[in-house]
Each structure stands twice: as C-alpha cells, then as structure tokens.
C-alpha cells in the first residue's frame, strides 16, 4: 500500500527566511505524480506545485519548488523569501496513475507552518 | 467565479440524527470528491465520483452515503450519525486524470464542520 509520511508536524521561521519541507512516500510505482497543498487558516485547501515522477526537472512555482529524489522516494518543498501569507497548513499527496482512469489521492498528515514577523 | 460550493458551513447533530451536505461545482468537472480531516490525519477519502451517476467508496466509507444525480452536485449523507463521524467535511472536483490530459488538481470547497454530540 502506498504511504505518504511527512515527519515535521510543525514548523516556524522568520519572514523571509527559507524553509524547507520534508514528504517521503513509499510506492512499487514508477509512473506517479506529486503535489503540494496549502491550507491557510480559512481552511480551503489550493494546490501549491505539482511534480510528474517520469520527469527529472524539478517543479517550480515563484518562490515554491520541490527536490523530487526519485530513488529516495522523497518530495520535499522549499519556500524561499518566506511571506507572512505562507502560515498555513501544509500537505503532500501521491497519486498513483490507474490505466482506467480511476485513481486515488494518498495523503500525508500535514505540516503546520508558521512564518514569523 | 463560485468554484466548488458546500453547504452548510456548519452543522451540529445529535446521535443518531441524519444529514445532507450538498456540494456544488461550476467548472464542469467529470470528477468529485468528499473526504473527512481530523487532526494529525490528513484527509481521508469517503466516496467519489467519476461522473454523473455513478460512485465508489473510497478509504473510509462506512457510515456514509452518497450520490450523484447531477454532473453538478454531490451529496453526501449521514443515516444515523455518531460522535465519531465529528469531523471537517471537504468536498473536491478535478478535471480529468493526467492519462486524459488533466493535471491531477483538486479544487476544493471551503469546508463543512460538522459536530455531533
């Protein structure tokens, strides 16, 4: 069964620092896709980055972007030039590709950021 | 531009009563979603849909009912509820899979609390 562990249930730095978050998975896949979802305090979940496993690039957004390590089975995000809006709840998710078009989100438990002023 | 709707925002029951959360979509998406969060769980997938009247269960069905009458709307259902079933409800609508051209994203409503006593 596929997992998705996210070990860091809380983490808190400066404005403008940058942090990084860390999302392991575990899967016997080798075509899957990775995502990042931000949940602010007004609970509505939005899609941060996305990440497809058949490509070595890493995915960028603005200040977002991940260091996919394939063989690691790791997925983590790093926030550069941290904003007080980026205090929000965040969460890594597997998805597995299903050839019928059927498939399913596998979700870590979240990491609570906090950016200070 | 409404997105992904639900109602209520918030609800409190008794045990043993029964409830409908509607949720309402505008994008025109094949698929949709309902998952429960609990704290320190991430979110679990109750029921989804792949498209007008059909649905499947997902990781933590039981106690729960859904149905799909209109490509707009999904509903979910609790018969008789009990105090485990107290829990943030999030409805979900994706365009299709990445194998039909989507992205895989999830855009999601704002969330329905629900407290039963």
């Known amino acids: 069964a596929q997992t998705v562990t996210q070990s860091q249930p809380e983490m808190s730095v400066q404005e403008a620092e940058t942090v990084t978050l860390s999302c392991t998975y575990d899967t016997s896949e080798s075509n899957y896709y990775l995502f990042w979802y931000k949940q602010p305090p007004s609970r509505q979940m939005i899609l941060v980055i996305r990440q497809e496993a058949y490509k070595q690039q890493n995915a960028t957004e603005n200040r977002f972007s991940v260091n996919f390590q394939k063989a690691a089975k790791s997925f983590s995000l790093k926030i550069s030039d941290s904003q007080l809006g980026d205090t929000a709840m965040y969460f890594c998710?597997?998805?597995?590709?299903?050839?019928?078009?059927?498939?399913?989100?596998?979700w870590g438990a979240g990491t609570k950021l906090i950016i200070k002023p | 531009n409404a997105g992904v709707t639900q109602t209520p925002k918030f609800r409190v029951l008794k045990t043993g009563q029964s409830m409908t959360l509607l949720c309402a979509q505008d994008m025109n998406h094949e698929y949709m979603y309902w998952y429960r969060q609990d704290p320190g769980m991430g979110l679990r997938l109750i029921h989804y849909?792949?498209?007008?009247?059909?649905?499947a269960k997902g990781e933590v069905p039981d106690g729960y009912n859904v149905s799909r009458l209109k490509k707009q709307n999904f509903l979910l259902g609790l018969e008789s509820a009990a105090p485990s079933q107290t829990s943030v409800y999030f409805c979900?609508?994706?365009?299709?899979?990445?194998?039909?051209?989507?992205?895989?994203?999830?855009?999601f409503g704002e969330g329905s609390r629900l407290t039963v006593l």
């Open positions: 979900a609508s994706s365009y299709p899979t990445p194998d039909r051209g989507g992205t895989g994203e999830l855009f």
């Open positions: 849909s792949v498209g007008e009247g059909t649905t």
């Open positions: 998710a597997f998805m597995k590709h299903y050839v019928d078009s059927n498939y399913q989100l596998i």
